[in-house]
C-alpha cells in the first residue's frame, strides 16, 4: 500500500531504472550526481512549489519567485556544490504584468547572488505553480548523506523553529509584532551556498533542513547506517519562540515543522576550529547540536532522555 511519500519513493526504486553508467549518485539525496569528465561532476535538482504548502496568499509575487529558487539552491548547498544554471517551468493563472516583474525580480536576486544563468523552461496557464530545476558543479568534494562516521559532531546552521512560528502566527492579531520580526525565516530563507562549499572539504555527510530536522536528520543516520544523540536544547533557536509557542508544541515547531533551509552536517571532532573560522567568516552561527552513536536516534533536553515521534514534514500526511 502506497501511503506516503517515502512509499512512493520505494515503489519507483523497485520499478523504474533510476540508474546508469554515469550516474554516481541516484535517487535518495538532495540532488542527483553525474559524472561528466574525468574529476568533474554536475549535481542536478528539481522541485515543484504550490499555493498552499509551499507558499500562501500572502505573500508577494517577489517572495514567491525568491523563495521558489531559494529552496532548491539550498539542495545544491546541502551537496556542497556550486549552482550554475536553472531550468524554470511556471504555471499561472494570467498574465498580469506588475506580478510577473515582481515575481522575476526574486528570481533575479539570487541568480545576481550566485552568478547563475536561466537557461530554458516552460510557461503555461493553469493553477499557480513554480517547478524549478538546479544544476551545480563541485568544488572540492561532493557531499551526500550517507557519510556520518561513529563519533562525528553533528552540527546545524543559523536558527531552526523560526519558519514554522511564523507559519503558525501568520494573520493572528496579537502576535502582529513577532510575525514581524519571524517572517524573513519563512518568506525569504537564505540557502547557505558559501557556507556548503567550504564545509565540503571536510563534512562527512550533510543535508538541508527543508522537513524538519527530526525528519531530515533521520535520512543521514537511514543513509549511513549509525544513530545519533541529538541534545534539543543545544539548538539555536529564535528567542521569540518561547513567548509565542505554546510548550506543548515547541518539539514539533523546534525539530519537526521544516522550512528552515538550513544545512545539518556531520563532522570530525578534529575540524571543529574549522568550523569555528567558517562560522566567524560568515557571520553565521554554526552549532554543535549532537553526536553520531552506532545505532538509535535519540533526543535530550538538558541531559533528559526525551521520547519523541516527530516524522517531519510529509505532503500526503492526514
Not at 57 to 72: F, Q, R, V
Not at 127 to 152: C, F, M, T, W
Request: aromatic share 10%; hydrophobic share 35%.
Amino acid at each position: 500500500m502506497i501511503r506516503t511519500e517515502e512509499d512512493v519513493i520505494n515503489y519507483i526504486k523497485s520499478n523504474i531504472k533510476t540508474t546508469s553508467s554515469n550516474v554516481v549518485k541516484s535517487i535518495g539525496d538532495d540532488c542527483a550526481t553525474i559524472k561528466v569528465a574525468k574529476n568533474k561532476y554536475l549535481v542536478i535538482t528539481t522541485d515543484t512549489s504550490l499555493l498552499g504548502p509551499h507558499f500562501s496568499k500572502d505573500y508577494s509575487p517577489y517572495e514567491i519567485g525568491y523563495k521558489c529558487l531559494a529552496t532548491n539552491l539550498s539542495d545544491i548547498a546541502a551537496m556542497g556544490c556550486d549552482p550554475k544554471y536553472i531550468f524554470m517551468a511556471l504555471t499561472i493563472p494570467k498574465l498580469e504584468s506588475n506580478w510577473i516583474k515582481s515575481f522575476y525580480k526574486g528570481i533575479k536576486k539570487l541568480t545576481e547572488i550566485y552568478n547563475i544563468a536561466l537557461i530554458g523552461g516552460d510557461t503555461n496557464r493553469g493553477p499557480l505553480s513554480v517547478s524549478i530545476q538546479v544544476i551545480g558543479e563541485n568544488k572540492h568534494n561532493i557531499l551526500y548523506r550517507d557519510g556520518a562516521k561513529i563519533d562525528d559532531d553533528i552540527y546545524i546552521t543559523g536558527k531552526l523553529g523560526c519558519a514554522r512560528a511564523a507559519l503558525m502566527i501568520t494573520g493572528v492579531k496579537k502576535y502582529k509584532k513577532e510575525f514581524g520580526l519571524l517572517k524573513k525565516y519563512l518568506h525569504l530563507p537564505e540557502p547557505r551556498i558559501d557556507i556548503g562549499i567550504n564545509i565540503s572539504k571536510f563534512a562527512t555527510s550533510c543535508i538541508d533542513v527543508s522537513d524538519g530536522i527530526a525528519k531530515d536528520l533521520y535520512n543521514i543516520t537511514k543513509s549511513s547506517k549509525c544513530g545519533a544523540d541529538i541534545f534539543i536544547d543545544k539548538i539555536p533557536t529564535h528567542k521569540l519562540l518561547k513567548k509565542i509557542i505554546p510548550s506543548k508544541l515547541f518539539y514539533e515547531v523546534l525539530i519537526g515543522g521544516g522550512e528552515d533551509y538550513e544545512l545539518c552536517f556531520t563532522a570530525n571532532k578534529k575540524d571543529a576550529k574549522k568550523i569555528a573560522l567558517i562560522s566567524k567568516k560568515y557571520s553565521l552561527p554554526i552549532t554543535k547540536i549532537g553526536l553520531i552513536t552506532r545505532n538509535k536516534l535519540r533526543y535530550f533536553d538538558n541531559n533528559k532522555k526525551v521520547d519523541i515521534c516527530l516524522k517531519g514534514f510529509d505532503h500526503f500526511s492526514e
